[in-house]
């Protein structure tokens, strides 16, 4: 495939070497404004709302992903095979399993649990439930920066699901297994790099305690969750 692709009209010479990735374009728009020097609009096909600019000098691009592992499967496989980027760091919400991991908290996921129809794109057998995980060093230093910050924050194993409303039992999985929260983009995200050789990382910001049904407002989501960005922007 050539570039442009279908989903992205840059330049490779538009797209940094590493890749912050919001799930949703308007926060996308956000971090880039608030973060960014000299940033310019590369892309927005299907309105992603992708910017390059310069974060302490250093190039780096915000681009969304939109929701679930097909639309993140797509983006991060452009950029990974096609603009040849070296990583992509996903900042995005996600729903924590107990009160013990409070509303606006950090969770850097180390790896990836999932039984998502997503894997069959690379299972010859078929999907199997599992592990995939983050780049150990790109873990190493988001929590070496969240210390330094002094953020709230858990390093572990979460749950990326295909599904946002299902009959399935996700709590009692999880607890089971140890997973901090869930969330519908990390398991693709971490397939593609492992795949190719590259680093990828997901850092999200607790947007609601699910068991309780305590859930932060959509404008939260899109404007407030400002420690995963500086966190992620800090590993480029």
Do not use: W
Not at 16 to 43: C, Q, W, Y
Not at 83 to 94: E, F, H, K, M, P
Not at 150 to 167: A, V
Request: neutral net charge; charged residues 20%; hydrophobic residues 40%.
């Amino acid at each position: 495939m050539s570039i442009p692709t279908p989903h992205n009209k840059a330049s490779k010479e538009q797209i940094a070497k590493t890749v912050i990735m919001p799930g949703d374009p308007m926060r996308s728009k956000m971090i880039a404004e608030t973060f960014l020097d000299n940033l310019a609009l590369v892309n927005n096909v299907r309105n992603v709302q992708g910017y390059t600019g310069t974060y302490k000098g250093v190039p780096v691009t915000v681009m969304a992903s939109g929701m679930g592992h097909p639309s993140i499967g797509i983006y991060s496989y452009e950029l990974f095979h096609f603009y040849d980027i070296d990583q992509i760091i996903r900042v995005g919400s996600i729903g924590a399993v107990s009160d013990a991991t409070p509303l606006r908290s950090l969770i850097i996921a180390e790896k990836a649990y999932s039984s998502s129809n997503y894997n069959n794109f690379y299972a010859k057998n078929g999907n199997r439930a599992g592990y995939v995980y983050a780049n150990k060093e790109l873990c190493s230093k988001a929590e070496a920066v969240a210390q330094k910050m002094d953020i709230d924050y858990k390093l572990g194993p979460i749950l990326s699901s295909d599904t946002f409303y299902t009959d399935e039992d996700e709590m009692s999985m999880c607890l089971k297994l140890g997973l901090l929260g869930v969330e519908m983009e990390s398991l693709a995200l971490y397939l593609n790099a492992n795949k190719c050789g590259k680093k990828a990382l997901t850092i999200c910001t607790v947007s609601n305690i699910i068991p309780k049904g305590i859930d932060l407002p959509s404008e939260d989501r899109q404007n407030g969750f400002k420690d995963m960005a500086r966190v992620a922007l800090e590993l480029i």
